[in-house]
C-alpha cells in the first residue's frame, strides 16, 4: 500500500466502546458491527460522502470494511473508491483493519467471469487487489455456491489464495448447512484457515435457521456475519407511515417493492411498539436481535450517513432480551 498522501488522525479511544468477538474458534476477532460497502461507495456517490462514511466507522471502533468484486454500482466501483480511501487516508493503519472481499456473482462478460471456477476465483482476487491497492485481502469468500463446479475445485482455489499470500483467511456466502458441511471437510483437510460464514439473517428472513446453515456454522467452530439485518429498510422506522416518495422502494423495487412493504405493515409497527417499549429504534432492535444471539459474530451495517452508523453501534449498549420479549417478536414475525 502506497504512502498516505492526505491527513487523518484517528480517534485515540476508537477501542473503548466497541466490542469485538472471536470469530468462531479462530484468533481472529471481528468488531461486533462491521461496515458494508454494498450499495453506497459505488460511483453514484461521492467521494466526500464515502470518505466521511469510513472515518466515522474507524473512529469508533469499526475495524471491518466488507466488498465483493461486484459491489457498486457500477461492478468493482465500491473497492476502487475503497482503495482510493485506503490508499488516501488509512496507509498508516493497515494492521488495524480487517478488509475483505467476495467472488461469485456475474462479474465480466464470457464464461469465466461468474460462478466458481478455479480461473474465475484467482483471476477475480487479483482484479480486487489491483482495485484495493493492497498486496492482500484479510478475509476472501466464495459468494455463492456453484451447482456445477465441482466443490473441490472451488475450495482448491480458495486454498490457492491463501497459500500465496493474497489472503489471510477464507469464508463462504449463500451456502446452506449441507453445502457447508462438505465444503468444511475439504478445506480442513487442505489445512485452509475457513473462519467465517456470511448469510442473510434478520428478524423476518429466518431461512439460515431452517436450512441448517446456523446450527451447522456453530457446531463446526466458525463465525457467522449477517448481511441486511434491517430486511433492506423493513425493520427501521422508514415504512411506519407508508412509502416516502425519495425511498428506494418508491424507486427501484429489486430488492424490496411496494406489495412487500404493505404486506409487512402491520408487523413492523407492532415490532416498533416493542423496540420502544425497550428504549430503542426498531433498527436498534434488530440488530440488538441479532447480536444476543452467540453464534453471530458480527451484524453488517450499509451507511449512506455517518448518523447512521453512530445510531446502529448505539445498539451495543442494550443487547440483552427478555425471554418474553423474544416470544413476543417470534410471534409478531413468524405469524
Avoid at 160 to 178: F, H, I, P, R, T
Wanted: with cysteine; aromatic share 8%.
Amino acid at each position: 500500500m502506497l504512502e498516505a498522501t492526505h491527513t487523518y488522525t484517528p480517534n485515540p479511544q476508537r477501542y473503548d466502546s466497541m466490542t469485538y468477538q472471536r470469530c468462531g474458534r479462530s484468533g481472529l476477532k471481528l468488531p461486533a458491527v462491521s461496515l458494508g460497502m454494498w450499495h453506497n461507495f459505488g460511483d453514484i456517490n461521492t467521494y466526500e460522502q464515502m470518505k466521511q462514511l469510513c472515518f466515522t466507522a474507524f473512529d469508533n471502533g469499526i475495524t471491518h470494511f466488507d466488498l465483493a468484486n461486484n459491489y457498486g454500482p457500477e461492478p468493482g466501483s465500491a473497492e476502487k473508491n475503497t482503495g482510493r480511501i485506503l490508499r488516501e487516508y488509512f496507509s498508516h493503519h493497515r494492521d488495524e483493519l480487517i478488509i475483505s472481499s467476495k467472488a461469485g456473482y456475474e462479474m465480466w462478460a464470457g464464461p469465466y467471469g461468474d460462478w466458481g471456477s478455479r480461473k474465475y476465483l484467482l483471476s477475480s482476487l487479483d482484479q480486487s487487489l489491483q482495485r484495493l491497492g493492497l498486496d492482500y485481502v484479510d478475509i476472501f469468500y466464495h459468494h455463492r455456491p456453484d451447482p456445477e463446479t465441482p466443490l473441490e475445485e472451488t475450495m482448491g482455489a480458495l486454498a490457492q489464495v491463501v497459500n500465496s499470500g493474497k489472503a489471510l483467511y477464507v469464508g463462504l456466502s449463500n451456502y446452506d448447512g449441507e453445502r457447508l458441511e462438505q465444503a468444511t471437510a475439504i478445506l480442513d483437510d487442505l489445512h485452509v484457515p475457513f473462519i467465517i460464514n456470511q448469510n442473510s439473517y434478520n428478524i423476518f428472513n429466518r431461512t439460515i435457521e431452517n436450512n441448517g446453515l446456523k446450527n451447522t456454522t456453530k457446531r463446526l467452530g466458525r463465525g457467522l456475519i449477517t448481511f441486511s439485518p434491517l430486511a433492506q429498510g423493513l425493520l427501521t422506522d422508514r415504512y411506519l407511515d407508508g412509502i416516502p416518495a425519495d425511498s428506494r422502494v418508491a424507486h427501484d423495487g429489486r430488492f424490496l417493492n411496494e406489495e412487500q412493504v404493505n404486506a409487512m405493515h402491520s408487523k413492523i409497527v407492532k415490532l416498533n411498539a416493542l423496540a420502544h417499549d425497550r428504549g430503542q429504534s426498531l433498527a436498534q432492535m434488530a440488530l440488538a436481535w441479532l447480536l444476543h444471539d452467540d453464534a453471530v459474530t458480527s451484524v453488517l451495517i450499509g451507511a449512506s450517513r455517518p448518523q447512521q452508523i453512530m445510531d446502529n453501534i448505539a445498539v451495543l449498549t442494550n443487547t440483552e432480551f427478555s425471554a418474553e420479549e423474544l416470544r413476543m417478536i417470534d410471534e409478531i414475525s413468524l405469524d
